[in-house]
């Protein structure tokens, strides 16, 4: 059985394969059949406890003494289908996943024999997860593990594949007596929280009824999990993400990552080298670039060469990123910042790292480091390639005791 890792991926050996999640609280396991573009192809695609069947996907209930799963027979999946992911979400309304380890296991459908178990890392506010996805890939069907959170709840998962969410009718649809306008109206009890997708009561939506919920209040839309680019640059926090998607396309274009520091003291130069690691999906080294080799990957990677000594306003150095012509293999960045002199990161003052888009200049994302740790080498963010196709920056800025970027190699992936 295999331990699988974020965005690491194994063949399937059966062809029906049944992915269950489990987790020290009850969850509700739902799978989503899409096509080349990322989308459902109708509603009907969208399998969970109150529409159990599609073709060749079908949810079974664990019936609280097991955990739920979405069986997946390949040969009954349609041509047009090019993945089903599997998506988890805390049973009791408004729960999120701080404290609690999912864990799937992918299982020989007929046997029950666990084939692999993915638990996702560092979760926190999500609401709903896609823990792994099932996919073909020239003829083979094959399993990737995930991870990817959602703090909108399984509702926001769905409508991001293209399921159609039923809001609830405004109170205005319905005709109200006029009345006089109240003098400082006290507040309204709060309503009791229902639960999207609920077992004992009706879920939030049903692509199988088209009878419309009763009419009550509508509440405000729920904010979109991810940040993304749409108001403007971005200013992260340590293990905050972004989403590189503007106007709802993925950023696939050229970026230039800027990295700068100043010395801590004046007149005392400092140092430091700037480099990106690139991983493969399995947390393997592709190549690092750095002063020594300013060009990998096919020069989709490009280093601007080295500064001897921080002086200076603007970015001490740059590492110019095409996204778009990365090899498929790439899925993972890794940025960091090593004292190859050997002075230390207390020594340096107002390090930070900011990703401009190259063809503009406009600077879309800026982390700034705060406090210093007596180390030589720090992580400042990271780039990951979603299983969607998008990428997310995360500001990591975490330290190391590393001059080189060799030594950052194994940090760094684990960082991922």
């Known amino acids: 059985m295999t331990a699988m890792t974020p965005g690491s991926n194994i063949p399937l050996s059966a062809p029906r394969v049944a992915v269950d999640v489990a987790a020290p609280v009850r969850l509700d396991v739902s799978g989503l059949l899409l096509t080349a573009d990322g989308k459902v192809r109708s509603d009907d695609d969208f399998i969970f406890y109150n529409q159990p069947s599609g073709p060749g996907v079908t949810y079974r209930s664990g019936g609280g003494a097991a ?23 805390p049973d009791a309304a408004g729960q999120t996943f701080q404290g609690v380890e999912p864990t799937a ?13 993915f638990t996702p890392p560092r979760l926190g506010a999500e609401t709903a997860l896609v823990v792994v996805e099932v996919y073909r890939r020239n003829g083979v069907w094959k399993v990737r593990a995930v991870g990817q959170g959602y703090a909108n709840g399984l509702a926001g998962i769905a409508t991001d ?10 109170a205005a649809q319905a005709p109200a007596a006029p009345v006089a306008p109240p003098v400082a109206p006290p507040a309204p009890p709060a309503p009791a929280p229902t639960r999207a997708f609920a077992n004992s009561a009706p879920p939030a939506f049903d692509p199988r009824t088209a009878a ?28 905050q993400t972004v989403s590189l998607v503007k106007g709802g396309r993925p950023l696939l274009s050229r970026v230039k990552m800027g990295l700068g520091w100043e010395p801590a003291y004046r007149g005392k130069d400092i140092d430091l080298d700037a480099s990106v690691i690139a991983y493969g999906p399995q947390r393997n080294h592709l190549d690092s670039c750095y002063f020594g080799k300013l060009k990998i990957l096919n020069e989709s990677i490009v280093h601007s060469g080295d500064n001897l000594t921080g002086e200076g306003a603007g970015d001490d150095e740059v590492i110019t990123v095409d996204l778009g ?36 200049g406009e600077e879309l994302v800026r982390f700034d480091l705060t406090g210093a740790e007596p180390q030589t080498g720090v992580m400042m963010a990271k780039l990951i390639r979603q299983f969607s196709g998008e990428w997310e920056m995360t500001a990591i800025g975490d330290f190391v005791k590393s001059r080189t970027v060799r030594g950052m190699v194994k940090p760094a992936a684990q960082a991922l």
């Open 105 to 117: 296991t992918v299982r020989d459908g007929d046997s029950g024999a666990p084939l692999a178990t």
């Open 161 to 170: 594949f293209g399921v159609s969410v039923d809001e609830e009718p405004a």
């Open 325 to 360: 012509r990365l090899p498929a293999d790439a899925t993972g960045l890794v940025f960091t910042v090593n004292s190859f002199s050997g002075q230390k990161f207390t020594e340096v003052a107002k390090a930070y790292c900011r990703l401009i888009d190259a063809a503009s």
């Open 212 to 239: 419309a919920p009763p009419a009550a209040p509508a509440a405000p839309p729920a904010p979109s999990g991810k940040i993304n680019l749409d108001k403007g640059r971005v200013n992260l926090q340590k293990n």
């Open 67 to 89: 955990p739920d799963a979405i069986v997946v027979d390949t040969a009954a999946v349609p041509p047009g289908i090019e993945r089903i992911v599997v998506t988890a979400s």
